[in-house]
């Protein structure tokens, strides 16, 4: 990790204008040439169906309004998605499938197991490349996050959404000792309604019933290739049920600590916004950094540096906004976490780019594409799902007890 940094006495202005607690010295030694204030990444979360999340930059103005689509504009978005789903790539598409940034959160369904939610990059399953697994536990307690290239292998992921039977890395208790294993899913000759993957399994089926080609379920002797297993593990935790900061969700990368916590500072500006005033987050991370001291010598201490919020929405097809800041994000990569754009070397090179305004892009780009970033953007949907769930289960509860209590007063 590399050493800690000084920052400026006038403090870094964090987005949410909150102060700082301490004062700050009088020198600097950021990496990056990007403004602090400059780009930030807007993604707008809306509904599919009832488990699915779009995480768009493009803003759905049939999904902002307060009721959301109407009849007609649903019929027209559920004929498009079967356009997208029969037709191949879009030639303006780039080379791994994500033309505009977006992402998807897919939850799988398969009856009677939970496998776990997966994030791709692109505007769906079809088209997306996944990145993240995404492992939940009861209570919102905790979610285990298993990401890398190959994930994204063919074959890991099957047309139903789930890991393949032949990359199952073993039984309960070797899951447990080796957090990178994967959990496979067999292939059932029977389906419900609503599981993916219906061509696929219907296939299978009649293979079987053949007589001929390979089982995804049966493996192959001869294969010499392992089941596939996780590049690297995350784990977002709760951390504070049961006290004043429970809006708090803890993750650590490359030792460095990151925090989704609360905030007051951030609101949803449109008529009843009031309503959704403390499902608002902000995303902060824990870094080194050296405050002023006597004779010229400073104390190393931690600093809260402010990389994204989230901003819930009253739109019933829009779980709110994601705003990640670029500038941020950049310097903690580059002063910090500098292994993490070893995967992007690559893109990073100036090459024939004399344009500076151009490289800066170029550069911003790139680290949309590092593992921490794919990192804060399946956190953020761990954190809003988990937070959404919660409110559900608190408003059932003073609805029973509402109606329980109007019962014995009549």
């Not at 940094?5 to 700082?20: A, G, N």
């Not at 079987?208 to 596939?228: I, L, Q, T, Y």
């Not at 903690?332 to 024939?352: F, M, T």
């Not at 344009?355 to 970033?373: C, G, I, N, P, S």
Request: with cysteine; charged share 25%.
């Amino acid at each position: 990790m590399a050493q800690p940094y000084s920052i400026p006495s006038s403090p870094i202005p964090s987005p949410d204008d909150e102060p700082r607690p301490f004062r700050l010295s009088t020198t600097t030694t950021f990496a990056s040439t990007l403004s602090d204030d400059s780009s930030r990444s807007a993604y707008h979360i809306y509904h599919k169906r009832e488990l699915h999340r779009t995480i768009s930059p493009i803003i759905d103005p049939s999904k902002e309004r307060r009721w959301g689509p109407t009849a007609k504009e649903i019929k027209e978005q559920r004929i498009q998605r079967k356009l997208e789903k029969s037709s191949p790539a879009s030639p303006t598409s780039t080379a791994d499938g994500n033309s505009d940034g977006a992402f998807y959160l897919n939850t799988p369904y398969l009856a009677f197991h939970m496998p776990p939610a997966v994030l791709y990059n692109g505007k769906s399953r079809h088209t997306g490349t996944p990145l993240v697994l995404i492992h939940a536990s009861a209570c919102w307690r905790k979610w285990k996050l298993q990401l890398g290239p190959s994930i994204a292998e063919p074959g890991v992921i099957d047309p139903r959404g789930v890991v393949c039977w032949r990359h199952n890395g073993g039984d309960k208790h070797a899951l447990k000792a080796d957090d990178r294993k994967l959990k496979g899913y067999k292939v059932r000759t029977w389906r419900l309604w609503c599981e993916h993957g219906k061509a696929y399994v219907h296939g299978i089926k009649a293979m079987r019933k053949a007589g001929g080609g390979p089982d995804p379920d049966v493996f192959d002797e001869d294969e010499k290739s392992p089941p596939a297993r996780a590049d690297e593990v995350v784990y977002l935790k709760w951390t504070s049920p049961l006290s004043r900061h429970t809006r708090r969700y803890q993750f650590q990368y490359a030792g460095i600590d990151f925090f989704w916590k609360g905030t007051g500072s951030v609101k949803e500006s449109r008529a009843c916004g009031w309503s959704v005033k403390y499902n608002h987050l902000k995303l902060v991370a824990l870094v080194p950094a050296i405050e002023d001291g006597t004779e010229g010598m400073g104390k190393k201490v931690e600093m809260e540096l402010c990389l994204g919020k989230y901003t819930s929405s009253i739109a019933a097809k829009k779980s709110g906004t994601l705003e990640l800041f670029d500038a941020p994000i950049w310097r903690l990569v580059s002063e910090h976490i500098p292994s993490a754009l070893a995967q992007v070397k690559s893109e990073l090179s100036r090459g024939e780019i004399g344009d500076v305004e151009e490289y800066e892009k170029k550069r911003v780009a790139a680290m949309k594409k590092t593992f921490l970033y794919q990192v804060i953007v399946a956190t953020a949907m761990c954190m809003i799902q988990g937070e959404k769930e919660k409110r559900e289960v608190i408003k059932a509860i003073v609805i029973e007890l509402i109606s329980s209590g109007s019962g014995a007063g009549g």
